[in-house]
């Protein structure tokens, strides 16, 4: 029982997963977030040409 409590304790495979998952998500939330602002300044812009061109 000694050793595989010894062995599941030096077992790393699965905290690597999990980092991977981690970075993976950060990676998305910042994507969602910069998908975001660009739409909202590119809805903004596209606004203002509309505005312009009705004469």
């Known amino acids: 029982m000694k050793t ?6 030096q077992d790393e495979s ?3 997963a999990i980092e991977y998952g981690l970075i993976a998500a950060l990676i ?9 602002l660009v739409g909202t300044k590119l809805n903004t812009m596209l606004t203002d040409i509309s505005a312009k061109l009705k004469i």
């Not at 595989?4 to 304790?9: C, G, K, V």
């Open 14 to 16: 699965g905290a690597t």
């Open 28 to 36: 998305g939330v910042a994507i969602v977030t910069g998908a975001g």
């Open 4 to 9: 595989f409590l010894s062995r599941f304790a």
